[in-house]
C-alpha cells in the first residue's frame, strides 16, 4: 500500500470538511476521486502531502513515498523571476537533457528557456505534470490536472499517465469532474462528499444510487458510462 | 589595512550588501518587505535593553529581533492580517525601544546613530561581528537554497516533496535577525529594510532565474555601497542615508532601462 487513511477527519476554520475517511491507493492502480464542489476532494489531496493536519484519524504513507503532486491552481508571484527549466530542477537538480525529455514527453517541447508565468494555463498544466513526473514519483496526485486542456490534450493527458503507471509502476490518484473520460480510464473509483459515499469498480459505482443523486443524472447520461452494449454483443462472444 | 576607518567602512558596506541580496530576494518575492521593516524597528528595543544590562549591542539585538520575528510567524494567520500585526508591533517596539532609551540619560546623544547607522565609526571587531554573521547568513541561506525557492513558489508543492515550509520560513526569519543585528552599526535602524528590499528589486527587471537575481542585486549592493561611501566622503553628507539614496537611484535607472528594453522585443513578437 503506498498511501492509506483511517477514520480521517478533517476541520478547516471550525468547518468539517472530511469526515471519517477511509482509502488507499496501492502500486500499480488509478484511483479517481469524483464529488460534487466543496466534497472536500482538494483537501483529501493536501492532506495526503501533508499540508493539512487531520483533526483524527491519521494518513500512512509508505516508507520513503515519494510524491508527484499536480495542484489544482498555481498562482507564481511575477517578482520571482523562474524559467521553466529552473521550475523542473526544483527540489532536485537535473540534467538539461532529462527536462528536455520530460518536456516532450509533455507535449510542451522547447518551452524551457520561456518564464514560468508567461506559459498559457494549458501549457503550464502541461508543464506541471513533466515535473512531477521527472522525479520518478512512486504515487502521483492529481488535482483537475486536465483543466485548462483542448479536449485533445486531455485526451493524451490520460494517455500519458496510462503509460506512466505501466512505465513507473506507481499509483495514481486524481480528482476529476470529466465523469465519461475519467471512468474509461480508472481502476477505481471513490465518491466523495464530506465522507466517501460510495466506492468501487466504475461500473459498480455509477450504479449506486448514491452516486445518481450526487450527480443527478438522468438515466440516459448516467448509461452513457457504460460500454455501448453493441460492442459486447453476442457478435463478440461468438468470435471467442 | 584595517587602520585606515574607509577602508572597513567599505569592508563593513560590502558584507551586508552580500548577505542582504539573497535575503532581499526572498523578501520581495515572498511579499514581506513589511517583515524587515518591522524586525528593523524591534532592534531599536534590543539596543536599549542591551545598554540597560550592559550587554553587547549584537547580541540584545539579535535576542529581540529574533522574538519579533518569531512572534509574528506565530500570530499570523490567526485572525489578525499580517499587516496589521506588523504594523502594531513594529512600531509599538520602536516606541517602547526610544522610550527605554530615553531612561538612560548618558546615551542620549547616541541615538541617531542607531537610527541612521554609522559605518565610519565600525571598528575591527565590529567588522569581524559583520563579517562573521554576514558569512553564516550566506551560508544558510546556500545550504537551504533548493527547499527555500521550493517553499516560496508554492507551500503545497513544497510539502509534496517533503519540504517543510514552517522550517524554511524559520531559516529566513533567523537569517533576517542576524543580518539586522550585524547591519544596524552600519546603516542603522530606519535604513536596513532599504538595503534588504532596493537591491533586489532593481535586479529584477534584468533577471531570467532566482540565481541571477541574487547575484545582481548582491552587484548592485556592493557598487551602492562603496559608491555611496566615496559620495558621502566627498559632499560631507551622513554615510548610510548616502549609501541608500545611491541604491535607490540605481533602482529608478534599472525601471527607465529595462522599460526601454524589456517591453522592445515583445513588440517584435
Known amino acids: ?240 | 589595512m584595517l587602520d585606515d576607518f574607509l577602508t572597513r567602512a567599505a569592508l563593513a558596506g560590502v558584507g551586508v550588501a552580500l548577505a542582504a541580496a539573497p535575503l532581499g530576494c526572498f523578501i520581495v518575492w515572498r511579499r514581506m518587505a513589511y517583515f524587515g521593516d518591522a524586525t528593523a524597528h524591534a532592534a531599536m528595543l534590543g539596543v536599549a535593553l542591551s545598554l540597560t544590562l550592559s550587554t553587547p549591542i549584537f547580541g540584545g539585538v539579535l535576542v529581540v529581533s529574533l522574538l519579533m520575528a518569531i512572534l509574528v510567524s506565530t500570530l499570523s494567520g490567526r485572525g489578525y492580517a499580517m499587516d496589521t500585526l506588523l504594523g502594531v508591533m513594529a512600531h509599538s517596539a520602536l516606541a517602547f525601544g526610544l522610550v527605554a532609551v530615553s531612561f538612560q540619560s548618558s546615551i542620549r546623544l547616541d541615538l541617531m546613530a542607531y537610527l541612521f547607522g554609522d559605518i565610519l565609526a565600525v571598528t575591527p571587531t565590529d567588522l569581524g561581528i559583520i563579517w562573521g554573521g554576514c558569512a553564516l547568513v550566506i551560508a544558510l541561506v546556500a545550504y537551504r537554497w533548493q527547499s527555500l525557492l521550493l517553499a516560496t513558489l508554492n507551500p503545497d508543492l513544497a510539502h509534496a516533496s517533503g519540504v517543510s515550509p514552517v522550517r524554511e520560513q524559520l531559516v529566513l526569519t533567523i537569517s533576517l535577525a542576524i543580518v539586522v543585528a550585524v547591519a544596524i552599526k552600519v546603516v542603522g535602524v530606519l535604513l536596513i529594510a532599504a538595503m534588504l528590499i532596493i537591491p533586489a528589486a532593481a535586479a529584477r527587471p534584468f533577471s531570467r532565474t532566482p540565481e541571477a537575481m541574487a547575484a545582481i542585486a548582491a552587484f548592485i549592493g556592493c557598487g551602492g555601497s562603496l559608491a555611496g561611501l566615496r559620495l558621502s566622503y566627498h559632499l560631507d553628507t551622513p554615510s548610510g542615508p548616502t549609501i541608500v539614496c545611491f541604491i535607490a537611484t540605481l533602482f529608478l535607472v534599472s525601471m527607465a532601462v529595462s522599460r526601454g528594453f524589456i517591453h522592445k522585443p515583445r513588440h517584435i513578437n
Do not use: W
Open chain 1, 1 to 240: 500500500m503506498l498511501v492509506s487513511t483511517q477514520g480521517l477527519s478533517v476541520r478547516l476554520g471550525g468547518h468539517r470538511v472530511l469526515h471519517h475517511v477511509d482509502m488507499s491507493v496501492a502500486r500499480g492502480e488509478i484511483v479517481t476521486i469524483v464529488g460534487p464542489n466543496g466534497s472536500g476532494k482538494s483537501t483529501l489531496l493536501r492532506t495526503l502531502i501533508g499540508a493539512v493536519k487531520p483533526s483524527t484519524g491519521s494518513v500512512q504513507r509508505a516508507d520513503g513515498l515519494t510524491i508527484g503532486y499536480v495542484p489544482q491552481r498555481l498562482f507564481i508571484d511575477d517578482t520571482l523571476p523562474m524559467t521553466v527549466a529552473r521550475f523542473l530542477s526544483l527540489p532536485d537538480r537535473k540534467r538539461c537533457k532529462k527536462v528536455a525529455v520530460a518536456l516532450e514527453q509533455a507535449g510542451v517541447e522547447g518551452l524551457d528557456k520561456r518564464q514560468v508565468m508567461d506559459l498559457s494555463g494549458g501549457q503550464f498544466q502541461r508543464v506541471l505534470l513533466a515535473r512531477a513526473l521527472l522525479n520518478s514519483p512512486d504515487l502521483l496526485l492529481l488535482d483537475e490536472a486536465t483543466q485548462g486542456l483542448d479536449q485533445r490534450g486531455s485526451a493524451a493527458f490520460y494517455r500519458q499517465i496510462e503509460q506512466v503507471r505501466q512505465t513507473l509502476n506507481c499509483g495514481v490518484l486524481l480528482i476529476s469532474h470529466e465523469l465519461h473520460v475519467v471512468m474509461r480510464a480508472t481502476d477505481r473509483v471513490i465518491c466523495l462528499n464530506g465522507h466517501v459515499c460510495c466506492h468501487g469498480t466504475p461500473e459498480t459505482v455509477t450504479s449506486t444510487p448514491e452516486y445518481q443523486s450526487l450527480f443527478g443524472l438522468d438515466d440516459s447520461d448516467a448509461f452513457a458510462t457504460y460500454p455501448h452494449p453493441s460492442n459486447a454483443g453476442p457478435g463478440l462472444e461468438s468470435v471467442n
